[in-house]
């Protein structure tokens, strides 16, 4: 890729000449959102799912949205562009913006700060797919609006690294004996016979990915539910996965050291993986929804 060409503020520009005030409320507060969103054949996966929970986690943290849908649209298909098409990740973040002083209210007459960039977006190695990811479950110490996609992710990276220490790929997050997702994914679990995520609320971010697993199940006629995850229901398991937009969707094959069913990625996952596969093929043709 060439030089990398970024979206600040209304302007395309190189990455070298972006810049953003320190005193920009997501430096000094974390106080913004975000999104990241795949892209396949320089086609955007999902993009009005993401645009959608971009304007709930805006709602959820009292910003209003800064450009219309069809300046999104249209800003993220220049930024494709720009970056040579391909197989790409675009992040893209909304702080409150760069008031005169720091104050923690919210300041008035202030313009949003608008970021998006796009990276080359690698698909998990086959070697890992073989073999499968190692996890480990945490404690979930965050706040209780998890639904919404702020950049405030400190707790999220403690989580991770935590992981990382221990030799694994990614944290399980338990809170009060139920799982509620990864540090930065979604969990399904194939629980006798059943495919398994728990349900949206507070504690969770509604996946774009994890949603369209679901609406592949169901169009495959692959038993799911949306219910609830013990500590003991996850050791039970026959398959583990975590699922995001950059990992698609990765089989967990030991947690906590022991091993999760066979060992093995399992015959469901096998099977998601294909659809998910058909489905991602469709979308670089032009003929996904
Ligand atoms: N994170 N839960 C958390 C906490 C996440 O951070 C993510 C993704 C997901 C999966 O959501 P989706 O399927 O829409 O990617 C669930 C992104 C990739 C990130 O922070 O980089």
């Not at 040579?84 to 909304?94: N, V």
């Not at 080359?120 to 609006?145: F, H, N, S, V």
Request: glycine letters at 6%; proline letters at 7%; charged letters at 25%.
């Amino acid at each position: 890729m060439n030089a990398p060409i970024v979206y600040l503020n209304h302007e395309f520009m190189p990455l070298a000449e972006a810049r953003v005030s320190p005193l920009d409320r997501g430096f000094l507060f974390a106080d913004g959102v975000y999104e990241v969103i795949p892209v396949y054949a320089g086609k955007a996966f999902r993009l009005q799912e993401h645009l959608d929970r971009l304007q709930r986690s805006l709602d959820g943290i009292r910003l209003s949205m800064p450009l219309t849908n069809r300046d999104w649209i249209h800003a993220i298909d220049e930024l494709i562009r720009h970056n040579g098409g391909g197989e790409l990740s675009i992040y893209l973040q909304i702080t409150r913006g760069a008031a005169a002083y720091r104050d923690h209210a919210f300041p008035a007459g202030v313009d949003p700060t608008v970021f998006m960039m796009a990276t080359t977006r690698k698909p998990p190695e086959p070697a890992l797919l073989a073999m499968g990811i190692r996890a480990i479950t945490l404690d979930d110490i965050r706040w209780r609006y998890c639904h919404l996609k702020t950049i405030a992710l400190l707790p999220n990276i403690l989580l991770r690294q935590e992981a990382i220490d221990h030799g694994c790929t990614e944290a399980i997050l338990v809170r009060d004996d139920l799982v509620t997702e990864g540090a930065a994914s979604n969990v399904f679990i194939v629980h006798k016979g059943t495919l398994l995520t728990p349900p949206r609320g507070p504690f969770l971010l509604p996946g774009i990915t994890r949603d369209l697993l679901l609406e592949l199940a169901r169009e495959h006629g692959i038993p799911c539910r949306e219910a609830d995850i013990t500590r003991d229901m996850l050791a039970e398991a026959s398959e583990v996965w975590v699922t995001s937009s950059t990992r698609e969707i990765l089989p967990v094959t030991e947690i906590d050291e022991q091993a999760v069913g066979t060992g093995e990625p399992g015959p469901v996952w096998a099977q998601m993986m294909a659809h998910y596969r058909v489905y991602t093929d469709l979308l670089r043709s032009g003929d996904a929804a």
